[in-house]
């Protein structure tokens, strides 16, 4: 594990202090005291990698399924919190918008903290979190990423080769904006499942009192 890597976990133990314990009100979350041994090996494993003592409603949800959860750790150690072409605070920035235009109030305030941990300021994840993408709060680079991935998220089909274009003049390279393609996508998928499961927000009093 990188430094780097080792020196994101610190924030999310202080932030974990004010999370309420996972709960979802349209499916049942997998309990961990009467999971399988495959499943609990995979959460221990989930753990060591995180430094982490709880379990968040996400990994849960995808404990139904061996095969989705011991994939999902993957993408996740290897991809979304692990270092690659887009930094940390640019994938958080993009899950927090994507998560917020799907209606994701679970994933919108956990990455919106995830994003404070990394640096963002409070009034650029409550102009995320609001869906107002002002131009005194982020880069004209970041504005052209994000704008991106919103597509992406919201009309798919309607994504062009300009598109691809106007995000890399503003710039990023081609590589970067296809990564922005895998991190909007993956997270319109988390958003989905979360509120398919109907995890709530795991701030109690939503995260606007925690920032």
Not at 127 to 141: H, I, K, V, Y
Request: charged share 20%; proline share 4%; aromatic share 8%.
């Amino acid at each position: 594990m990188s430094s780097e890597f080792s020196s994101d976990i610190a924030p999310l133990e202080t932030l974990g202090r004010h999370r309420a314990a996972p709960s979802a009100t349209n499916l049942p979350l997998v309990d961990e005291g009467t999971a399988n041994e495959e499943i609990r090996i995979l959460f221990a494993q989930y753990r060591e990698h995180f430094a982490r003592t709880d379990l968040p409603g996400i990994v849960l949800c995808f404990a139904t399924n061996r095969a989705l959860l011991n994939g999902m750790l993957e993408i996740a150690e290897n991809f979304l919190f692990g270092e690659s072409l887009l930094g940390r605070r640019h994938k958080e920035m993009i899950a927090t918008y994507v998560s917020r235009q799907n209606a994701c109030p679970y994933c919108a305030d956990s990455h919106g903290a995830l994003l404070e941990a990394q640096g963002g300021s409070v009034e650029m994840i409550c102009a995320l979190r609001n869906g107002d993408l002002n131009a005194q709060l982020f880069t004209s680079e970041e504005l052209a990423l994000l704008k991106f991935a919103a597509k992406v998220n919201a009309n798919s089909s309607a994504v062009t080769g300009a598109d691809v274009e106007t995000t890399m003049h503003a710039g990023w390279t081609e590589a970067q904006v296809a990564e922005a393609v895998h991190i909007a996508a993956l997270f319109a998928t988390f958003n989905r499942i979360a509120n398919g499961f109907g995890l709530p927000s795991p701030y109690p009093d939503g995260l606007q009192d925690e920032l």
